[in-house]
C-alpha cells in the first residue's frame, strides 16, 4: 500500500526543456505542412475550378454543336418529309385516276355485252357471225384486259403509297426524337452550377446498352432520307407508268370502239341496203300477183265465154239430130259445127290448161311474197337490233376518258 501511494516521478530541468523544445519543433512542421496544404488546396481548388469550367465551356460547346448538328439533320429530314409528303398526295391523285378509269369501264363493257347479247334476237338467216360481233367480241376483250391492267397498277400503286408512308412515319418518327433530343440539349446548354433541380444521380455515368453511336445515329438518318429519296424516285416512276397507262389504254379502248362502230355502220348500211332490194322485189312480186289475178279472172271469162260458144254448138248438134228422116244428112253444117265443137273444146282446154299454171303461179308467186314479207321483217327486226337499240340506244353513250 505504501508502494502505491508514491508520488509521480518528477522530471529534471534539462528533460523539461528538452520537451518544449520538442514541441515547439513538431509544431512548427505541422504548422508548415498545413500551410503548406493550405497553399496546395487553394491551387488545387483554382485549378480544378479552371478545368471544370473549361470542361463546362467545352461540353456547353459540345452540346451546342450537337443541337446545330440535330438541328441539321432535323431540317434535311423535314425537307425530304415534305417531299414524300407531296409525292404521297400526288400519288394519291393518280390512284384516284386510276380507280375512276376502272370504275369508267364497267359501262363500255356492259354496253357491249349488251349488244352481243342483243344481237343474238336476230332471226334466220340474219344470225351471223358477221364483222360486228368479231368486233364486239374484241371489244370486250380489250376493255377486260385493259381492267385487268389496270387493277394490276393499282396494286402496284396502292404498295408504293405503303411504301411512301413508311418512309413519311420513319421521318416523322424521326424529326420527333431529334426534337426531344434538341429540346433535351437546349435545355443542357442552359444549365449552370447554380440552377435549380441540379443534383447527383447514381449510374448516370454508364453508358447506356442500347445507346448508339455517333456514326449508327448518322446512318440512320441518312438511311431514312436515302430510302425516302428511293421512294420518291419510285413513286415518280409510278406515276409516268400510270399516265403512259392510262393514255394508251384510253387510245386501244377508243381505237377498238371506232373499229366496232364501222363495222356497225356497214353492216347497217349493207342491211338496209339488201331490206331496200327485198322492198323492190316484193313490190313486183305483189304486182305480179295482182296481175296473175286479173290474169286469171280473164281466163275465166275466156273459159266461159268458150263454154257459152261450146253449149250453143252443142245445142245446135243435138237440134240438128232430131232432124227428120232424109233430112239427117251430114251437111256441110253438120261438119261444120262438129268441127267448132272440136275447135272450142281445145280452145276451153288450152284457157284451162293456162288456169291451172296460172293459178300454180300466183300460189308461188303468194308464197314468195309470204318468204320477202317474212324476210322483211328479219331484215327490220336485224337494223332495229344494230341501228336502234346499239347504236343509238346503247353505244352512242360510250365515251372513254384519260382522267
Avoid at 281445145?346 to 308467186?365: H, K, M, N
Amino acid at each position: 500500500m505504501s508502494k502505491l501511494a508514491q508520488p509521480p516521478p518528477k522530471f529534471t530541468h534539462s528533460e523539461w526543456i528538452i520537451s518544449n523544445q520538442l514541441k515547439y519543433a513538431t509544431s512548427e512542421g505541422e504548422r508548415i505542412a498545413a500551410e503548406r496544404l493550405i497553399d496546395e488546396s487553394v491551387r488545387a481548388i483554382e485549378d480544378t475550378h479552371k478545368v471544370t469550367k473549361l470542361v463546362q465551356k467545352d461540353v456547353s460547346k459540345k452540346l451546342q454543336q450537337r443541337v446545330d448538328e440535330m438541328k441539321y439533320w432535323e431540317t434535311e429530314a423535314e425537307n425530304y418529309l415534305e417531299t414524300i409528303k407531296d409525292e404521297i398526295g400526288r400519288l394519291v391523285a393518280f390512284r384516284s385516276r386510276i380507280e375512276k378509269s376502272l370504275e369508267a369501264c364497267g359501262e363500255p363493257l356492259h354496253i357491249a355485252q349488251q349488244c352481243l347479247a342483243a344481237r343474238q334476237r336476230r332471226r334466220g338467216i340474219d344470225l351471223v357471225h358477221d364483222d360486228v360481233e368479231r368486233e364486239l367480241i374484241k371489244e370486250v376483250e380489250v376493255i377486260q384486259g385493259v381492267m385487268i391492267l389496270m387493277q394490276r397498277t393499282k396494286e402496284q400503286a396502292d404498295e408504293q403509297l405503303r411504301l411512301n408512308r413508311k418512309v413519311k412515319y420513319n421521318l416523322e418518327k424521326d424529326i420527333k426524337d431529334k426534337s426531344t433530343s434538341i429540346a433535351i440539349d437546349n435545355h443542357n446548354v442552359e444549365l449552370t452550377d447554380l440552377s435549380k433541380g441540379n443534383s447527383f444521380k447514381v449510374g448516370v455515368t454508364k453508358v447506356c446498352p442500347n445507346s448508339t453511336s455517333r456514326e449508327e445515329w448518322m446512318d440512320f438518318t441518312n438511311t431514312n432520307i436515302w430510302e425516302a429519296e428511293k421512294q420518291r424516285q419510285n413513286s415518280k416512276a409510278m406515276r409516268t407508268v400510270v399516265d403512259g397507262l392510262l393514255q394508251a389504254t384510253t387510245n386501244d379502248m377508243k381505237r377498238q370502239k371506232e373499229t366496232t362502230d364501222t363495222a356497225f355502220e356497214r353492216r347497217i348500211a349493207e342491211t338496209r341496203d339488201s331490206k331496200e332490194k327485198l322492198e323492190e322485189h316484193l313490190r313486183r312480186v305483189k304486182k305480179e300477183i295482182t296481175e296473175m289475178e286479173d290474169n286469171i279472172t280473164r281466163l275465166l271469162k275466156g273459159i266461159a265465154d268458150k263454154e257459152a260458144g261450146l253449149k250453143l254448138c252443142h245445142t245446135r248438134l243435138e237440134n240438128r239430130s232430131f232432124r227428120p228422116g232424109i233430112e239427117l244428112t251430114r251437111d256441110p253444117a253438120q261438119y261444120r259445127l262438129i268441127e267448132e265443137s272440136i275447135i272450142i273444146g281445145q280452145a276451153i282446154d288450152t284457157l284451162q290448161e293456162r288456169l291451172a299454171t296460172s293459178r300454180c303461179s300466183l300460189i308461188g308467186l303468194d308464197r314468195k311474197r309470204v318468204e320477202l314479207e317474212e324476210e322483211l321483217a328479219i331484215k327490220a327486226n336485224t337494223l332495229f337490233i344494230d341501228e336502234v337499240e346499239c347504236m343509238e340506244g346503247m353505244r352512242k353513250s360510250i365515251s372513254f376518258h384519260a382522267y
